[in-house]
């Protein structure tokens, strides 16, 4: 997520003031530790599952 071009990620976890709703959307992953793990895990998901084609 971190080297997508077109991914929002990387401003969901800085600091900086954008036009997202960033507390939102962290809050429905119940914080913002569970925000990145949730992504964490999305991605090995996708590389396991390349390995599988």
Do not use: C, P, R
Request: zero cysteines; a negative charge.
């Amino acid at each position: 997520m971190e080297e997508y071009k077109y991914s929002s990620y990387l401003a969901y976890l800085s600091k900086k003031q954008t036009i997202l709703n960033k507390q939102e959307v962290i809050d429905w992953f119940g914080g913002l530790d569970q925000f990145i793990n949730h992504h964490k895990i999305m991605l090995d998901d996708k590389q396991l599952n390349k390995h599988d084609d």
